[in-house]
């Protein structure tokens, strides 16, 4: 379980987050959704710590994650994996290197055993075979569901996808979603998921939190996001015509 | 091969002592202050008086800077990696200059004994004057100084282009996500590298820039071969060898440290990484210099 406290961020003097409250529970999908430019990946970077938030506190497990020290966080660094919006695989490694990369510098086991974990990471997301291949050549697809595979290597408790399926198609997109779905389940992480693709909500999303403008606007779960009074999420909600559809087919 | 294996065992227990002994920390907090000065400069109203802005923007670089070297210096999570990645980085960065190193090093030590002969035709001088002349340009100054140019212009903005591509693509933040010290991850083995080789490129280059000197003397009858030969064993200091490699690891270090520091505060896209690289060459290539003078004062004087 991860707590945000009072989030608050600011670079310069542009207040990019203010007043952020959340809970992500164990074993769901959570979502943040919101617009291009709403904030929400410096959302998911305060929470892993590539930002520093100047107000607030990020808890796991309910023990401060600015306030504990060097060594303390890099365990809990450890636990996390994430999934970046361009893959952020490592262009000078192969794919094997690259999910044998975390086991390679923090993995005690030897090499056989980090092989085997490797492939069978690789067979979670359904590449085989393709171990040699270096990330220029996969298809986009491929490089995220190869960027799933090293972020579960170290058996991650929590688990951050930002825009997984950003740049794919409809069907890619769905089979990333579903990845990250069934992972959640059966390693009991803690999930969060960034995305503004409503296909993709309806789709995995339990939990969800609206971000506009740097601040949660709503939170709730995924038959209540269709029926919310709040104008603003109504707007990106139904701002596609075959969400309108549904509304309609719905009778709203 | 058992020195040369020797002097790189030696070279990197060095690096890694002076690492964990580093002093950078005792700056630390008047840096933070300075960052904290600089990253408020926006709307300061400092805009209005360039000469502070620029000052308080050199002072926040150079602190910047610091932060990060302390960062490289950092003790490495797993040695076999930083080491295997070391002999990587010789390769690429060291070896694949061996070709540009041969050749510029060959023809400049041709054209100094030319122009040597044609600036003192005195028959007040003897002949051998001009080997004498090119072994002392070519290793005081030619080949630590000019190679290491040369050496900025190529390794310095590939440094710079790699590590700030990994940047903007995200790659650096997913190191400091798994817990992995980017800093030193992707710096120190850089660093090792250039500092082992440099040298050997540099001697190279020394030996190429006398020998090209002897063919085109010899080749071109400016010399004959036994004057020149006679020049260059004539008032031979091993100091002066030691002066030049000396400035060599130094340039070595510049080199690599200020174009790693361009890439990875690399923020933004392609563009930003073309412009990261331009500044990696310009910025190492105004500190050599500086450091040349600096060194050359306090060495030879
Ligand atoms: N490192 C940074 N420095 C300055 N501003 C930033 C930085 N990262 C993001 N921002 C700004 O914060 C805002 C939110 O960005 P982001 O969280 O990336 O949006 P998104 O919701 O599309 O992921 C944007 O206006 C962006 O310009
Ligand atoms: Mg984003």
């Known amino acids: 379980m991860i707590t945000v406290e009072g989030l608050g961020k600011r670079f310069g003097d542009t207040q990019v987050l203010s007043g952020i409250d959340a809970v992500f529970q164990k074993g769901k999908v959570n979502q943040i959704i919101g617009r291009s430019g709403s904030g929400k990946s410096v959302l998911a970077k305060c929470m892993v710590g590539l930002h520093k938030p100047e107000e607030g506190r990020v808890?796991?497990?309910?023990r401060s994650f600015h306030e504990i020290d060097f060594d303390e966080r890099r365990q809990v660094r450890q636990r996390i994996g994430m999934l970046f919006q361009g893959s952020a695989l490592f262009d000078?490694?192969?794919?094997?290197e690259n999910v044998m990369f975390p086991l390679r510098m923090f993995g005690?086991?030897?090499k056989d055993e980090m092989q085997d974990r490797a492939h069978e990471c690789l067979k979670r997301v359904r590449i085989v075979d393709k171990d040699l291949l270096f990330p220029a050549e996969l298809s986009g697809g491929m490089q995220k569901r190869v960027g799933i595979a090293r972020a579960i290597a170290m058996e991650p408790q929590y688990l951050f996808c930002d825009e997984p399926n950003s740049g794919l198609d409809p069907q890619t997109a769905i089979v990333i979603d579903d990845l990250i779905k069934v992972i959640t389940e059966e390693l009991q992480t803690t999930t969060v998921v960034i995305t503004h693709d409503m296909n993709s909500v309806m789709e995995t999303?339990?939990?969800i939190l609206f971000i506009h403008q740097g601040r949660k606007w709503w939170e709730g779960d995924r038959d209540a996001l269709l029926h919310s009074g709040n104008q603003e999420l109504n707007e990106f909600v139904f701002a596609g015509s075959l969400m309108r559809q549904v509304k309609k087919a719905?009778?709203? | 091969m058992q020195p040369f294996f020797r002097y790189f065992r030696d070279l990197r227990g060095l690096l890694l002592h002076a690492a964990a002994r580093s002093k950078i920390s005792e700056t630390r907090r008047i840096e933070r202050v300075v960052v904290r000065i600089a990253?408020?400069?926006q709307g300061s109203g400092a805009e209005a008086w360039p000469t502070f802005a620029a000052t308080v923007s050199i002072v926040f670089h150079i602190g910047r800077y610091a932060l990060l070297l302390r960062e490289v210096f950092a003790r490495?999570?797993?040695?076999?990696?930083?080491?295997?990645?070391?002999?990587?980085?010789m390769d690429l960065l060291g070896v694949q200059s061996l070709g540009i190193v041969a050749l510029l090093s060959a023809f400049m030590g041709a054209v100094i004994t030319i122009q040597t002969k044609t600036n003192i035709d005195s028959p007040l001088i003897q002949a051998w004057v001009v080997g004498f002349a090119t072994r002392q340009s070519v290793i005081l100054e030619f080949s630590p100084t000019v190679i290491s140019l040369i050496l900025a212009g190529k390794v310095g903005s590939n440094i710079a282009a790699e590590i700030g591509s990994m940047r903007v693509k995200e790659q650096i933040d997913a190191l400091d996500i798994m817990g992995v010290n980017s800093a030193g991850y992707l710096i120190l083995p850089k660093l090792a590298a250039t500092i082992m080789i440099f040298p050997f490129l540099v001697m190279i280059s020394m030996f190429l820039g006398i020998f090209g000197g002897w063919m085109a003397g010899v080749q071109s009858g400016v010399i004959s071969s036994d004057d020149f030969i006679m020049g260059i064993q004539t008032g031979f200091k091993p100091f002066h060898v030691t002066y030049a490699l000396v400035k060599t690891v130094v340039f070595a270090f510049i080199i690599t440290t200020v174009s790693a520091y361009q890439g990875y505060h690399t923020r933004g896209g392609t563009r930003e990484v073309g412009i990261s690289s331009t500044r990696a060459v310009v910025y190492s290539n105004?500190?050599?210099?500086l450091a040349n003078l600096v060194l050359t004062r306090a060495l030879l004087l």
């Open chain 1, 59 to 62: 808890l796991y497990e309910g």
């Open chain 1, 92 to 96: 000078s490694l192969n794919v094997l």
């Open chain 1, 108 to 110: 005690a086991m030897p």
């Open chain 1, 205 to 207: 999303g339990e939990h």
């Open chain 1, 250 to 252: 719905m009778g709203g």
């Open chain 2, 39 to 41: 990253l408020r400069r």
């Open chain 2, 76 to 89: 490495p999570e797993r040695l076999s990696i930083y080491w295997r990645r070391t002999v990587e980085e």
């Open chain 2, 286 to 289: 105004v500190a050599i210099l």
